[in-house]
């Protein structure tokens, strides 16, 4: 993506009397589709009782540029590296692989309902008003058509969203929230770094091509055919560990590349750990809560 092909958000946490002033955003953010009838009719799903936040627009696109540069970046002795599969592991990746080439659909009905799913996840009690509408941006989405930040992370991206409420909601809420830690003034924006997560996940695994190249994505399909839940559940882990490292380095929105790239050091240092038989057994899954 370009400059000018959509533009970063970062949060800032309110409280008391500032949260009138929720919701500011520049000129240059990413213009959204107009609502369709009965979206906008009615209320899609399930008052929200979170900290209210300010969003504020910046100048550069947080979706897949900034990642595709700081943390795609493959080592020269990774090229060198190939990895023949089982029959199993060639039919893990094969059904991977169809996921991550799957174009989040605004039009599709199963995607639609997927979203839905998401904020009824994420804001249970809350009735959202349209798949289209200013309330996505309580969750960090960068306008009010979640659909505009799917390009960099697929529908697959969503899916990992909806795995990781689902399945560990009380980390997933933590997270949305930004319950734990001394955190900063500008925070990062939870739905937008989520899909950055999985655009990352898929370079440094290296899951688009044929085979793994790295030792990395070789050790990954292993831990695959274990279990073929295995990358929903490395997002879950990945960003919860994003999350803790951010904290660790008191970071703010400048510094996300920088936070990035730590993350995915410790993820490779992991991976590599020589009793890791499932993606359970690494270390940073026990900072998973349900």
Not at 66 to 88: E, K, Y
Not at 104 to 125: K, V
Not at 204 to 214: E, G, I
Not at 217 to 229: K, R
Request: hydrophobic fraction near 40%; charge should be negative; aromatic fraction near 10%.
């Amino acid at each position: 993506m370009d400059a000018s092909a959509g533009s970063f958000v970062a949060v800032r946490r309110l409280s008391g009397s500032d949260r009138a002033a929720a919701f500011h955003h520049s000129s240059s953010a990413i213009v959204a589709a107009p609502a369709t009838g009965d979206d906008d009719a009615n209320g899609l799903c399930c008052p929200y009782a979170g900290a209210a936040a300010e969003v504020v627009t910046g100048s550069s696109a947080w979706i897949g540029r900034g990642l595709s540069c700081v943390c795609a970046q493959r080592r020269d002795s990774d090229a060198r590296l190939s990895f023949d599969l089982t029959p199993t592991q060639e039919e893990c990746l094969q059904r991977l692989q169809n996921r991550i080439e799957v174009q989040y659909d605004s039009s599709n009905r199963e995607h639609q309902e997927a979203l839905q799913a998401l904020w009824c996840a994420a804001f249970p009690g809350t009735k959202l008003w349209g798949l289209i509408s200013e309330q996505w941006k309580e969750m960090g989405w960068q306008g009010k058509d979640p659909s505009t930040d799917f390009r960099g992370g697929g529908f697959i991206s969503l899916e990992n969203l909806l795995y990781f409420a689902r399945n560990f909601p009380k980390s997933f809420q933590e997270l949305l929230r930004k319950q734990n830690g001394d955190r900063a003034i500008w925070e990062y924006p939870f739905a937008v770094a989520g899909v950055n997560i999985t655009f990352m996940l898929i370079q440094m695994l290296d899951l688009q091509a044929v085979k793994p190249r790295s030792l990395f994505g070789a050790v990954f399909l292993m831990l695959l055919s274990e279990n073929d839940q295995a990358f929903d559940i490395l997002y879950c882990i990945t960003f919860k560990l994003m999350d803790q490292q951010w904290l660790d380095m008191h970071a703010t929105y400048m510094d996300f590349n920088t936070v990035m790239k730590s993350t995915r050091r410790q993820l490779e240092r992991e991976l590599l750990i020589e009793d890791i038989q499932r993606i359970e057994d690494m270390p940073s899954y026990r900072l998973l809560a349900r």
